[in-house]
């Protein structure tokens, strides 16, 4: 693939009620969307999502949209690659971390090239790792911390959560409001088989909080995720020795590189993968053939996203590997009806298709103009376009 130009995106999508974790409240989604060009008229779309503050990792949209313009733009305009992997290869040359703002790039082109060719990132993806993808995936649900930590409010969600069809209930704790929330999620699946997941998004201490995780372990969860801070490697390899339930790995799970700390110390192996956390397809691609080889059960994560991000977490969802439903809910959910640049739709199975074309082909022009605002290159990445 030939990148001829670049165009870079503000994209702001209106939340219908702020979303609350135990280290932030989100109110709307931003993020910066790539778009690369090449000579043919193709087009691929990639998405940059950190929040705009750094409470879930180091990154910021504002570090994120500097670093893509003035960094990694310039890198990749006017290039030859062979494949998105080479661009990879540039993307990280040089740069530490940095994650969300490469996946920006990077994703979009892997879109580039799922374009090109006719088909969707699932597939291209899929045959990177020689494995046959799924037609559609299962759906989880993630509810956040209820305005004023109202367990009634909690109740309320997981029991509308279980009519709308989905596979399984996640809910976001801290210390504080863990047996609680746990109790109020409780009440809301009576009648269901659904499984039950918690997510603390790295808000314990061990062994500081060793009373209350010690209570989760009782609670007949699924996995307990991210209990401890991202950084804590060793302190969930022990964890996990010493509780029942299973231990997830999200925000330490950064990237390979921490994958083969993990299965060196006998650490957890439940993997929650976010595409842009780990800083694209690229990455996905190495993490997934450690896991085959540790026996890491899987499953995809999301910011969330918009529909844009949102099909690079389809295309990692739809390998085999992962064996559990993913955050993947309908557009509705969070934008509302007819809200988002792609839409996003759950069947009455909980489960969602795998879409077989690009980004583009299945964008809303009218939406995508209404909803961003262009980012202006400056001279640098002009001269290179």
């Known amino acids: 693939m030939r990148i001829a130009r670049a165009e870079l995106f503000d994209l702001s999508l209106p939340l219908l009620e702020p979303f609350v974790i135990s280290g932030g409240t989100m109110t709307e989604r931003r993020s910066i969307v790539v778009v690369l060009h090449d000579d043919a008229g193709h087009a691929g779309y990639g998405e940059?999502?950190?929040?705009?503050?750094?409470?879930?990792?180091?990154?910021?949209?504002?570090?994120?949209?500097?670093?893509?313009?003035?960094?990694?733009?310039?890198?990749?305009?006017?290039?030859?690659?062979?494949?998105?992997?080479?661009?990879?290869?540039?993307?990280?040359?040089?740069?530490?971390?940095?994650?969300?703002?490469?996946?920006?790039?990077?994703?979009?082109?892997?879109?580039?090239?799922?374009?090109?060719?006719?088909?969707?990132?699932?597939?291209?993806?899929?045959e990177r790792l020689g494995v046959p993808p799924a037609a559609s995936v299962?759906?989880?649900?993630?509810?956040?911390?209820?305005?004023?930590?109202?367990?009634?409010?909690?109740?309320?969600?997981?029991?509308?959560?279980?009519?709308?069809?989905?596979?399984?209930?996640?809910?976001k704790v801290a210390p504080g409001w863990d047996a609680v929330a746990v109790q109020a999620a409780?009440?809301?699946?009576?009648?269901?088989?659904?499984?039950?997941?918690?997510?603390?998004?790295?808000?314990?201490?061990?062994?500081?909080?060793?009373?209350?995780?010690?209570?989760?372990?009782?609670?007949?969860?699924?996995?307990?995720?991210?209990?401890?801070?991202?950084?804590?490697?060793?302190?969930?390899?022990?964890?996990?020795?010493?509780?029942?339930?299973?231990?997830c790995l999200d925000e330490t799970l950064r990237?390979?590189?921490?994958?083969?700390?993990?299965?060196?110390?006998?650490?957890?192996?439940?993997?929650?993968?976010?595409?842009?956390?780990?800083?694209?397809?690229?990455?996905?691609?190495?993490i997934y053939r450690l896991a085959a080889g540790y026996g890491a059960k899987l499953w995809a994560g999301t910011m969330p996203e918009s529909g844009i991000g949102s099909q690079c977490a389809l295309a990692a969802a739809s390998l085999p590997l992962f064996v559990y439903a993913s955050d993947l809910e309908p557009s509705a959910r969070w934008f509302g009806r007819n809200g988002d640049v792609i839409k996003l739709t759950m069947g009455r199975d909980g489960r969602m298709a795998v879409p077989q074309q690009s980004c583009g082909r299945l964008l809303d022009p009218g939406r995508f103009r209404l909803?961003?605002?262009?980012v202006l290159l400056g001279r640098d990445e002009q001269a290179k376009q």
């Open 48 to 126: 940059s999502p950190p929040f705009q503050f750094p409470f879930y990792s180091e990154e910021t949209l504002a570090s994120a949209r500097d670093m893509i313009a003035r960094v990694l733009l310039p890198r990749v305009v006017g290039r030859e690659f062979a494949s998105p992997e080479a661009v990879d290869a540039t993307l990280r040359d040089g740069v530490r971390g940095n994650w969300f703002a490469r996946a920006g790039v990077e994703t979009a082109a892997w879109d580039l090239e799922a374009h090109s060719r006719g088909t969707g990132l699932a597939a291209v993806l899929a």
């Open 138 to 171: 299962p759906c989880g649900v993630a509810i956040g911390i209820p305005p004023n930590r109202d367990p009634a409010a909690l109740t309320r969600a997981v029991y509308d959560a279980v009519k709308h069809g989905y596979t399984r209930v996640k809910i």
């Open 186 to 247: 409780r009440k809301g699946l009576e009648g269901s088989n659904l499984p039950l997941t918690v997510d603390a998004n790295g808000a314990y201490e061990w062994p500081r909080d060793e009373h209350a995780l010690r209570a989760l372990d009782d609670a007949g969860l699924l996995y307990i995720e991210q209990p401890l801070h991202p950084d804590e490697l060793v302190g969930h390899a022990r964890l996990g020795e010493a509780l029942r339930t299973p231990v």
């Open 255 to 286: 990237d390979a590189r921490a994958a083969k700390q993990v299965i060196a110390l006998n650490g957890p192996k439940v993997w929650n993968i976010k595409v842009h956390r780990v800083g694209g397809l690229t990455e996905v691609c190495r």
């Open 371 to 374: 909803l961003t605002v262009p």
